[in-house]
């Protein structure tokens, strides 16, 4: 019978907007009370899909044959879930069939309401997020394609899910928080697709996290990115903009150092009927031919608007409007070895995160910040990453306890009101 690994929860205080970690379960999180808050836990979970687990079985050879049965993996996960107790689930590689038949039933029985995003063509997987109805009401759901059918760059079939939750809390008014979750693509070679597909779900975050008073709500943003820390993608999420220029397409995720796929981004990555800017916002509806010569701008007028769409569309730049932070910093502190989310026969790696809004009081005074107002989240914990080494000391993943080829990340978070 193989050991288990013990991973503890790392409990964070935000004094002096340092985080300092204080290792242990032992530990009582309480930096400061504060009266008006509001307090809930997030897991993202890859939960690998059966019949991807089949159809890639070359990357499971190190695996006890039983343990890699639907069967064996399901009520593992499945207890999981329940010991951990999370108040969100962002779930990726979510079968459908089994979702209908098993997931959806088991979790509903333990006080989730289940929101899923199968993928587009004929793939049997998809993301789903799940809330406690004891902790939140469901204000809005937004299911996001990544294939689109007029843009050619965009022939890929992975999906994310954006819901606008209600906390529910005793008294008084309290922001919705938006949760989204996604899969991106995996092909390590493709970072200009996996970029466009980043851009399309901030897009969404953007428009469902908009607020009356033109700021944001609290954003939490899960998924499998397939994308390594320090990467192009990676960096573009945390710090709000990145320069592509002369970036070949296989090095945006960061995944492999592959020979091939070494072509140059193009500028603009994806082309303008995507609709969605460099900004990663939704463009306003394009004015229609026939009202544009209505309008009677002069000449110069015309000149410098064309100048205008020339500069914007020959830009190099992406950007985003939010201030997003990792719940995990990826690398041991003491030892610098790096944490690993996934672990296969082919590679062990980061690739899952959990990403939350900051707030506007923590990035104010950034040189050249043009941050919107953004509400934002307090991380309280985060449940400890493993090495790559532990996990061999247990045979990798999936094994007798650990069924998935991921870890679950787990975070508490706090809404202060
Ligand atoms: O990296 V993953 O595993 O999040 O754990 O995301 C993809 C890969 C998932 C959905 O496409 O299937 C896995 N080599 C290795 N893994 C693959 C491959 C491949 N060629 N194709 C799909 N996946």
Redesign the pocket.
């Known amino acids: 019978m193989l050991g288990t690994i013990k991973r503890h929860w790392e409990y964070i205080c935000n004094h002096n907007k340092e985080k300092t970690e204080i290792p242990g379960d032992n530990v009582d999180p309480t930096c400061e009370d504060s009266e008006s808050k509001f307090d809930f836990s997030v897991m993202s979970y890859?939960i690998?899909s059966q019949d991807?687990l089949e159809?890639?079985s070359h990357?499971y050879r190190h695996c006890r044959r039983p343990v890699l049965h639907w069967s064996f993996r399901f009520p593992n996960i499945l207890k999981e879930i329940k010991h951990f107790d999370a108040d969100v689930l962002c779930l990726?590689?979510v079968q459908e069939d089994h979702y209908g038949t098993e997931i959806r039933p088991s979790l509903e029985s333990l006080g989730y309401h289940c929101e899923y995003k199968i993928r587009t063509g004929k793939k049997p997987d998809g993301c789903a997020i799940c809330f406690k109805h004891s902790k939140f009401s469901l204000l809005s759901v937004n299911p996001v394609e990544f294939y689109r059918p007029d843009v050619p760059l965009l022939d890929r079939d992975n999906v994310g899910l954006v819901l606008l939750l209600q906390p529910k809390i005793p008294s008084g008014a309290c922001p919705a928080i938006c949760v989204a979750n996604t899969?991106l693509?995996?092909n390590p070679r493709r970072g200009d697709i996996k970029l466009t597909q980043l851009a399309m779900l901030l897009a969404e975050i953007s428009s469902v996290a908009h607020q009356k008073d033109g700021s944001f709500c609290p954003i939490v943003m899960c998924g499998?990115f397939?994308s390594v820390p320090g990467s192009p993608l990676y960096s573009f999420i945390k710090e709000g903009k990145l320069n592509y220029e002369g970036l070949a397409i296989g090095k945006v995720s960061g995944q492999e150092q592959s020979s091939r796929g070494q072509r140059i981004l193009s500028i603009p990555i994806w082309p303008p009927n995507l609709g969605i800017s460099q900004n990663c916002v939704y463009e306003a509806q394009q004015v229609p031919e026939v009202e544009k010569t209505d309008t009677d701008l002069t000449q110069t007028q015309l000149d410098k608007t064309e100048v205008l769409v020339t500069a914007e569309k020959l830009s190099s730049h992406l950007q985003h409007h939010f201030s997003l932070s990792s719940v995990y910093s990826h690398y041991f502190p003491d030892t610098g070895i790096p944490e690993v989310t996934?672990c296969h026969s082919?590679s062990a790696i980061t690739?899952d995160y959990i990403f939350y809004s900051v707030g506007k009081e923590d990035v104010a005074g950034q040189p050249g910040a043009e941050v919107a107002l953004v509400g934002g989240l307090k991380l309280l914990a985060r449940l400890s990453l493993l090495t790559e080494q532990d996990l061999w000391t247990v045979n990798g993943l999936p094994n007798e306890n650990n069924s998935s080829?991921?870890l679950p990340l787990l975070a508490k978070f706090r809404l202060e009101l």
Do not use: A, G, K
Request: no cysteine; net charge negative; glycine share 0%.
């Open positions: 890859n690998l991807l159809d890639n990357l990726q590689e899969h693509l995996y499998d397939n996934t082919r690739v080829d991921h």
